[in-house]
């Protein structure tokens, strides 16, 4: 859990800075259109991936779903903390 937190914080940094050679910054220059077309993929391929027995492949694609996410929610303000939160409330 530790690593999202960290990895939120990257994002920000690469929303804010921009630079030139970066899949993140593409996806935040791009804009939010094009960050929901890869939450939208990315989700497909978790469905597929949960389909087969290979649980390696499964990681990997939730691994990508949740990258994905994580940048949307960055694009959108919202932080770990507060789904976190969200979460704690739905399941106290």
Partial sequence: ???????EDLLRKRKEELPE???????FRD???RIL???GEE??????AAK????????????DLIFHLEVLMVEKGISL????????KRHS
């Fill in 1 to 7: 859990m530790e690593f999202l937190l960290k990895l």
């Fill in 21 to 27: 050679k970066s899949y993140t910054a593409e996806l």
């Fill in 31 to 33: 804009g939010v259109d």
């Fill in 37 to 39: 077309k890869k939450i």
């Fill in 43 to 48: 989700a497909g391929e978790v469905i597929i």
């Fill in 52 to 63: 087969n027995p290979n649980e390696k492949e499964l990681i990997h694609e939730i691994a």
């Fill in 81 to 88: 903390t507060t789904i976190a939160k969200e979460l704690e």
